[in-house]
């Protein structure tokens, strides 16, 4: 399995809901990251799981709360989120995070959230 | 912090080779990676530099110099769907696993 897998798809929210967005890989990938991106731009880091634990927040407001359950999953929960959060949400997956011959990123397609 | 330069846009033809060039400044270097990203889908990653040189896979290369801040990659004997944004992303080594992108270069391919 070489794949990074993300539910759902697309995503439609009120700026009073809750939601989740679900990132799953199975290639015993130990770093885990969550992207933004909006159109016309490059991923913009959010995130950095590695070995399970939070190694980097990218001063992101509380309302984008991550959750790493175990090596496989990445949660990103979201709350009363704002209408310039409508973007592209990316995970991906490397092997490690330090410096080695086949460590670039696995993207997942990412979820397609738009915010009312 | 990091600042890493790419040309916005650049055409080309069916079959040619062309040059994508991304320069960058960082105050600690860990590997620079080339990413391919049609329009609607999700970055793919193309290539890996950590040390000076040349890096050869199929029609794509990519090269390194360190101590110039500078990259390319190369594609060669180009197909239409090569039309896509390739990200420049160079990796620091103060703060592991962040990655920082350039602005990408959007390539088209004309027949």
């Known amino acids: 399995d070489t794949e990074v897998t993300q539910t759902p798809k697309h995503l439609v929210m009120g700026m009073t809901n809750k939601k989740s967005l679900k990132c799953e890989q199975h290639?015993?990938?130990?770093?885990m990251y969550w992207y933004k991106q909006k159109a016309k731009k490059p991923p913009e880091l959010m995130f950095v799981y590695s070995y399970e634990k939070l190694s980097i927040n990218e001063s992101v407001p509380s309302r984008f709360s991550p959750e790493c359950p175990n090596s496989s999953l990445l949660n990103l929960h979201l709350h009363a989120l704002q209408p310039e959060d409508s973007a592209l949400y990316l995970c991906a997956s490397s092997l490690g995070t330090g410096g080695s011959s086949n460590e670039g990123q696995f993207f997942g397609p990412g979820t397609r959230l738009t915010v009312l | 912090g990091q600042n890493i330069d790419q040309p916005t846009e650049m055409t080309a033809t069916e079959g040619a080779i062309v040059q994508i060039n991304c320069t960058y400044q960082t105050s600690g270097f860990n590997g620079l990676f080339w990413y391919q990203q049609h329009a609607g889908e999700a970055p793919t990653f193309l290539s890996y530099?950590?040390?000076?040189g040349l890096e050869e896979k199929g029609r794509f290369s990519s090269f390194l110099s360190r101590s110039k801040g500078y990259s390319y990659l190369l594609l060669k004997e180009l197909q239409m769907k090569d039309s896509a944004s390739y990200l420049c992303?160079?990796?620091?080594?103060?703060?592991?696993?962040?990655?920082?992108f350039g602005d990408g270069t959007t390539l088209t391919v004309k027949p």
């Open positions: 530099n950590v040390l000076d």
């Open positions: 290639m015993g990938h130990r770093a």
């Open positions: 992303a160079v990796r620091d080594n103060t703060n592991a696993g962040k990655s920082t």
